[in-house]
């Protein structure tokens, strides 16, 4: 049987994903990566002045200063997804007005999904991110009250799931990755895990 090329290239090292992303896990399982996840909360601010994808670098970078204590053939995986809407940055929302409000603005109009990945190891960090364009048809009141009442999109940044029923009835047209939207560029992680231990 032939083995999967990056679960092999992976064999000597350990993998730490520090997400409690059920999305994020699910596209590690799917590349067929061993990993164990490790969570170390940070304040997720950033500098007022940073812009699109800076501010995904800036957080995902964050995210891996908590940890320390890697050694020599750890590799620390931290992620940060953004809605990037009219030179704002869209982040999770609090309750069911902000989520209202949220999608009111995307309604009819295109935004950016931006992922940063940072991959950190004892002696080095690589920062990738991808963007990827949505356009949203007009979404009714209606049509953004059940979504956010039935699906309370709180983990969520810009308020949606592209995988959701928002996603399923509202997105209609997409230029980049889908996986990336999702809240992985798992084509970015392959390609980059595969550059640093292949």
Known sequence: MTNNPLKVALTPYRIILASGSPRRKQFFEELGIDYEIRISPVKEEYPQELKGSDIAVYLAELKSSAFTT??????????DTIVWHKDTSLAKPEDNNEAFQMLQQLSNDWHDVITAVCFTTANNKRTVYAKTR???????????????????????????????WIGIIGIEEIQGSYANVVGLPAHLVYKTLMSMVG
């Open 134 to 164: 949505v356009k949203f048809k007009p979404l009714t009141k209606e049509e953004i009250r059940f979504y956010v009442e039935t699906c309370k999109p709180y983990d969520k940044a810009g308020a949606y799931g592209i995988q959701d």
């Open 70 to 79: 890697l050694k020599e053939k750890d590799i620390l995986i931290t992620a």
